[in-house]
């Protein structure tokens, strides 16, 4: 009889500890927070029962990215977690700069046009999280963007090299591009013209609704078709690549594109080479012992408008190995002479370039007899840079040129140099011929 009460009272007793083991709290977690499951306490048949301990709770982490998010959104966003591990530094460019935050960027327009007095900011958000509470009076664009209207043909080699071309939607005309792979989609009839300028069309950009609208301003609302987008509430910023002074500081906006698309890798790979090139280019030409002189452009409505000393055409000549006859002039932009103002200090020059639309000193002759009077129209040393022309005039040295200097710089060697690269084909320049 001992023996059955002892018996009962051990097995009460082992109830009794279950029911507590069973019972036991769990510690509170965040509520983001994965936790393993626990396990039910068992009883061995042969072995004294015991409660299985409960398994301590645990915190997801959320895995950082290695690489910017270049399709679709965050899904699970972490506040800590930096989204854009791929991000550009600037080496050449001054125009613009880009602050980089966990989840957007920050850039900054400095010199959208010349004498320009505002700058403009635009704050890209991945898109999956939230934007910053304060953002004054910064436009607010949800990266990366999946739709684009480019307003200038030199954007578009941009979209080539970062491979997202499938994003164009729009350009604000077909006439005077060159890029063949953008007049597949115009002849596909995937892309719409939009206008330009003060005339765009506003309603036919809103049709298209675009996630972004690339284009450039002059400081003119005659010439500018920013002012009119931004009413309608479209997303637009403004490139100003035409204001750098330098052929690389040109070249480095297409990290600025990129931002747009997340595609910071691929563009510091694409400006990387490009800029090895144009180096590598330059050195051939930086000893030479004797420097062509060089002058530039033709009359326009009675002005000659020559480029300035600190301009990147200037830096362009002095990486090619010639004697600009206007390098000591200050100024970045473009300084209107007269005729004689230039003939008076060029007439004896070794080369002429860049005359206007001009295919033959034939035609340059026929505009004005003054000008065969300069000793390189008399040496046959004139030089254009029109020879990549599409059927409706549209240059391509204006749109690849921009991107790829190291193009131009080699065309520009070969001319006053071609003992330093005699494997060169002119690429975009060509000499006229009687």
């Given amino acids: 009889m001992q023996r059955v009460s002892r018996w009962i009272t051990l097995v009460l007793l082992a109830t009794m500890l279950i029911a507590c083991g069973g019972q036991q709290a769990a510690a509170p977690t965040p509520t983001n927070a994965l936790q393993a499951p626990t396990s039910a306490p068992t009883i061995a048949p042969t072995a004294a ?8 709770p645990t915190v997801a982490t959320l895995e950082a990215p290695t690489a ?3 399709e679709g959104c965050v899904t699970d966003y972490d506040p800590e977690i930096d989204y854009f591990p791929e991000k550009v530094t600037l080496s050449d460019s001054v125009g613009w700069t880009i602050e980089y935050f966990n989840n957007y960027k920050v850039i900054t327009v400095l010199n959208p046009w010349r004498d320009a007095d505002v700058q403009f900011r635009y704050v890209l958000v991945q898109c999956g999280t939230p934007p910053p509470t304060e953002t004054g009076d910064a436009l607010v664009i949800e990266i990366p963007v999946n739709s684009i209207i480019a307003m200038s043909t030199t954007q578009l080699p941009h979209l080539s090299e970062l491979g997202v071309l499938d994003k164009l939607v729009g350009v604000d005309s077909f006439l005077y591009i060159n890029n063949p792979d953008v007049r597949k989609k115009i002849e596909a009839g995937e892309l719409v013209e939009i206008g330009g300028g003060g005339q765009v069309n506003v309603e036919q950009a809103l049709d298209l609704q675009p996630d972004l609208i690339m284009t450039y301003g002059v400081g003119n609302p005659e010439y500018d078709a920013h002012p009119k987008l931004l009413e309608a509430n479209l997303k637009v910023v403004l490139n100003s690549e035409y204001m750098e002074t330098s052929p690389l500081g040109r070249a480095e906006w297409i990290k600025f594109t990129a931002a747009f698309f997340n595609r910071e890798a691929k563009a510091t790979e694409v400006y990387n080479t490009i800029a090895s090139r144009y180096k590598e280019i330059a050195a051939k030409a930086r000893n030479v012992a004797t420097r062509p002189t060089v002058f530039g452009n033709a009359p326009f409505q009675g002005t000659w408008f020559m480029p300035g000393g600190r301009s990147y ?4 000549l002095a990486d090619a190995g010639a004697d600009y006859l206007w390098a000591d002039d200050t100024s970045t932009g473009s300084q209107p002479l007269s005729f004689e103002e230039v003939f008076e200090r060029a007439r004896n020059a070794d080369f002429w370039l860049n005359p206007g639309s001009w295919k033959s000193l034939s035609e340059i002759k026929a505009a004005d007899e003054r000008l065969t009077g300069f000793a390189a129209f008399q040496n046959g040393n004139v030089f254009n840079n029109n020879k990549r022309l599409n059927e409706n005039g549209g240059n391509d040295y204006w749109e ?10 080699a065309d520009l060697i070969k001319i006053f140099h071609p003992e330093l690269l005699p494997d060169h084909e002119l690429y975009f ?4 011929t009687p």
């Fill in 49 to 56: 029962p015991t409660a299985e301990p409960t398994a301590a």
């Fill in 313 to 316: 055409v200037a830096q362009l």
């Fill in 400 to 409: 690849t040129g921009v991107t790829n200097p190291h193009l131009v710089l």
């Fill in 429 to 432: 320049y060509q000499q006229l």
């Fill in 68 to 70: 910017n998010l270049t």
